[in-house]
């Protein structure tokens, strides 16, 4: 999938969006200071297209746990390369 940058907004937000063929992936991170730290918030949102809407129910149920599980891998990564601690996943 392709992404490209939808917002930027210096040491505050990036917004990404991808598209392929059966979906559209809307991601957006903030950057937020907070009395323990720096907290980072990334939220993506899948819409499903062409003949994958039909099947969103059943696409959402297989899509979920792995989505779920490389958002985790992926702040964890985020939390260890700027040798930060993980609060919530």
Do not use: N
Not at 4 to 21: D, K
Not at 52 to 79: D, I, N, Q, S, Y
């Amino acid at each position: 999938m392709r992404y490209e940058t939808t917002t930027f907004e210096p040491s505050s937000r990036l917004g990404l969006r991808g598209v392929s063929r059966f979906s559209v992936a809307e991601d957006d991170i903030r950057v937020v200071p907070g009395d323990d730290g720096t907290h980072i918030r990334w939220t993506l949102t899948v819409s499903f297209r062409g003949g994958a809407k039909l099947l969103k129910p059943v696409m959402t149920r297989l899509m979920r746990p792995a989505l779920e599980r490389l958002g985790v891998e992926a702040m964890t990564g985020l939390a260890k390369a700027l040798d930060g601690r993980l609060l919530s996943a």
